[in-house]
């Protein structure tokens, strides 16, 4: 396997405007490294055509992965479809599959606001996984995801094995340190270790530790390595606790 990349599209006005708190993207964020993909782009952008496509031209052939989290409902701002299907330079259609689904689901209730939901970029395929009542969308490089958490979520999680890469392993010091005493020993890590992904995240008001260091690569015996050079040059009374 490659190192795969991926971005992300929050779509929704109501993120912008701070009327709702956006939590998708740092889920996929999280879920995604887990899987060894390499989340490198989030975009929080309004519900207009022409800025989606615009997005989506710039994101999906820049990326091996593309999720998009949010306008894909029955009402009048839910233009994700569109704004893919603009950016791809293809129509909407209403699919077959998604349309009878609706109908059944429907009953009469059935609209022309539930139909919409039937829409899709033409050349899409459905994803069907797990036990849920619809499928996903996908056209292409491009997952289109709903922006409700809770459905989110457990679509993702239904069909998240197809993204997986090789895994990224971690390790964890915890300091009593603060920042710029240790700056050089991570300096000269990193220097030691080129490839080594490293952070330091300083924690104010903590009576444990002030500094949290995360080491991350995909070859564990590279990290180890670079775990104990480290520690090694830490100094030990310093050093609250590891993982």
């Given at each position: ?67 998009t989290s949010g306008g894909v409902g029955p009402t009048h701002d839910d233009v994700t479809i569109a704004g ?160």
């Amino acid at each position: 396997m490659h190192d795969r990349s991926a971005a992300a599209l929050v779509i929704g006005n109501e993120i912008l405007s701070g009327k709702v708190v956006d939590t998708n993207a740092a889920f996929l964020a999280q879920e995604l490294r887990a899987l060894g993909v390499t989340l490198r782009r989030i975009l929080v952008i309004p519900d207009e055509v022409d800025v989606i496509a615009e997005a989506i031209r710039a994101s999906h052939p820049a990326y091996d992965l593309l999720f998009t989290s949010g306008g894909v409902g029955p009402t009048h701002d839910d233009v994700t479809i569109a704004g893919i299907a603009r950016g791809l330079g293809c129509g909407v259609v209403r699919h077959p599959i998604l349309e009878q689904k609706i109908r059944e689901f429907s009953g009469d209730k059935l609209n022309e606001a539930r139909l919409k939901m039937a829409e899709v970029p033409e050349g899409a395929e459905l994803i069907f996984a797990g036990d849920l009542n619809f499928p996903t969308i996908q056209i292409r490089n491009i997952v289109i995801l709903p922006g409700i958490p809770e459905i989110f979520r457990a679509k993702f999680h239904a069909m998240k094995t197809r993204f997986a890469s090789d895994p990224y392993f971690m390790r964890v010091i915890y300091t009593r340190a603060q920042e710029s005493t240790i700056a050089e020993f991570l300096n000269a890590t990193l220097a030691a270790f080129p490839e080594l992904q490293l952070g330091s995240y300083p924690k104010l008001g903590d009576p444990e530790y002030r500094v949290r260091v995360t080491l991350e690569s995909k070859n564990p015996q590279y990290l180890n390595r670079a775990f104990e050079h480290l520690l090694a040059h830490l100094p030990s009374d310093t050093i609250v606790r590891t993982e």
